[in-house]
Each structure stands twice: as C-alpha cells, then as structure tokens.
C-alpha cells in the first residue's frame, strides 16, 4: 500500500528506504512521493531502468538514489552505484569494500573495458557453495587466480 508507506515515512521521519525496482515504480506511480526526512534510496533486486532513474529524480530531486547489485551467493550487494545520470542502462557501479570484480572471456582472462564478458565476484562475502549441490558448486565456485589470499575464490554470476 504506497499510501501507507508514505504516512509511516513521514510520521516516523524515514531518512532511508531499499525497494527493489518494481516495488519503487508502483511507490512513484501513487501520487506525492516527497516525504520531509528521506535522504536516500538504495535500490537491488533487479535491473533499475533509466526511466525509472529519471522519473524518481524528477519526483525526488533532493534524495539521493543508490543503485546495487550482487547475488546471493555473494552476500546480497557487491557493488554500488550512485544515480547522479540516468543513461537507459542503469550501471552497476563499483565494488564495494572487500570485493573484486573481473569480467572475463570464456578462457577465464580479463577483457579489455568495453569487451563482452562474464562477470566473477570475488573477496571475503563469496559463499561456499550451494548445501548439497556439489556438482553446481564446482561449476560456479572457481579458484581465483588473481588473488594472494589462500583458498580465494571467485563466484561466476553467469551475468554478461
């Protein structure tokens, strides 16, 4: 209910607020969004689409907006990025403190910026693995080369 949300937000004096980017559309599309004491919104979960980008600040033009990525197997977020523009492909910003991530080819070696290529997460948050999936285990959670630390690893997100 957006219309409660906003009453909670503005009678307990919200400053920050997460929504996965479906849920922040519908909240946008329900009338006034301002609310007094909102400072930031961090948004993950999904792709967060430039329009949506553009409409929030046009809505919120004094509330900063947070786009995050990361999967699960990875501790939830990873990466940030702070949605100062709105181009039509929101990024996925930079790595957060104890993280790495590379985009490889499919040989496992760096690609050029601008190039194509699968993107791996690495640092302290990359799981074990999945509970009794062995086989997927192996296939996704992978010895990583570029790091000194032993028993590295690097998680292959399958995303391009």
């Not at 509970?131 to 630390?149: H, Q, V």
Request: glycine share 8%; aromatic share 8%; charged share 20%.
């Amino acid at each position: 209910d957006p219309e409660y949300l906003r009453q909670v937000i503005r009678s307990e004096g919200v400053t920050t607020l997460h929504f996965v980017p479906s849920m922040l559309d519908v909240f946008l599309a329900h009338g006034d969004a301002s609310a007094d004491a909102l400072k930031r919104v961090l948004c993950s979960g999904e792709a967060l689409p430039g329009s949506l980008v553009r409409r929030f600040h046009a809505q919120l033009p004094t509330v900063e907006l947070h786009n995050l990525y990361g999967p699960t197997e990875a501790a939830v977020d990873v990466s940030a990025w702070h949605c100062m523009t709105a181009p039509d492909n929101t990024p996925i910003g930079k790595p957060i403190a104890n993280t790495t991530l590379y985009v490889l080819d499919t040989l496992g070696q760096p690609v050029p910026q601008g190039v194509a290529g699968e993107l791996f997460i690495g640092g302290v948050q990359v799981a074990r693995g999945y509970l009794n999936r062995a086989e997927l285990t192996a296939e996704r959670f992978i010895d990583d080369p570029f790091s000194t630390r032993p028993g590295a690893r690097l998680y292959r997100t399958g995303d391009l």
